[in-house]
């Protein structure tokens, strides 16, 4: 429905318009937020022409192996075959590529860019690290990722907490680098001699989020911790039976 209304239904066929009696083909207001979800955000193309690069952050789910855009000045294909992260980008124009990748395992083996190894640096991103490699001026570039050691695995805890009362979370042997609490909510913590962490929460009750900046290696990334403290035991799905005229419902208590 959005590629049929916006490429063929609009006064400029093409142009993903999300105004059909607009005519402005650039990326302006009028453009289909569609386009802009797949270019700037599914593949994360951003282009900076004017100094001479392109920034190139693919957000694509894990479980694809394959994806491509091709537009008519710019074109991406991403491919992951379980230890290989490839991708190749084609420009119409000479320009830098700057490629923010997803570190898809927890060790890197080797990163080169048109067959040549290249430096590379981390970024802790949320949810996972990052990988950032800067190409030459050229209009395309092969750019892959060897990758050694296991899938990253994000911490492990309960969601529902109570105030006060201390639980434990599971860092699958990642080191703590950092916790970064803008909420307020750990009242407490300490190291366990497992490496797993113990939380003390504040008495806020609701959902409340921290931060944990794990380590992997040489490379890190920061992992949200999403909580919902009770002050008590909490009802969990009311439910009224007019033919019974009875009340059901589930008591939840995280103690």
């Given at each position: 429905g ?36 797949v ?14 690069t ?44 700057i ?43 092969t ?72 380590m992997v290696?040489?490379?890190?990334f920061?992992s949200?911790?999403n ?23 589930r ?5």
């Amino acid at each position: 429905g959005a590629v049929v209304d916006s490429t063929c239904r609009s006064v400029s066929p093409g142009a993903f318009l999300c105004v059909r009696e607009g005519k402005s083909i650039d990326f302006a207001d009028t453009v289909s937020l569609f386009s802009r979800a797949v270019a700037a955000g599914l593949f994360g193309i951003r282009p900076q022409m004017p100094d001479g690069t392109v920034t190139v952050s693919p957000a694509l789910p894990d479980e694809w192996e394959h994806a491509g855009i091709r537009l008519p000045d710019f074109s991406c294909d991403c491919r992951w075959d379980g230890s290989t992260q490839t991708v190749t980008i084609c420009s119409a124009k000479p320009c830098r590529k700057i490629l923010r990748l997803p570190a898809r395992r927890s060790r890197i083996e080797a990163v080169s860019a048109d067959g040549q190894d290249v430096p590379w640096e981390t970024e802790a991103g949320i949810g996972e690290p990052y990988i950032r490699i800067c190409t030459e001026s050229g209009t395309r570039h092969t750019v892959q990722i060897r990758y050694g050691g296991e899938p990253l695995h994000p911490p492990e805890y309960p969601s529902t907490v109570a105030a006060g009362e201390p639980f434990e979370l599971l860092t699958h042997g990642y080191p703590i680098a950092e916790l970064r609490d803008p909420q307020g909510i750990v009242a407490g913590r300490s190291l366990q001699a497992d490496g797993n962490l113990s939380v003390r929460p504040a008495g806020l009750a609701g959902w409340h989020t921290f931060f944990l900046r794990l380590m992997v290696g040489k490379l890190s990334f920061w992992s949200p911790v999403n909580l919902r403290v009770t002050k008590g035991p909490a009802v969990r799905e009311p439910a009224f039976d007019a033919a019974r005229r009875a009340v059901s419902f589930r008591l939840e208590n995280s103690r």
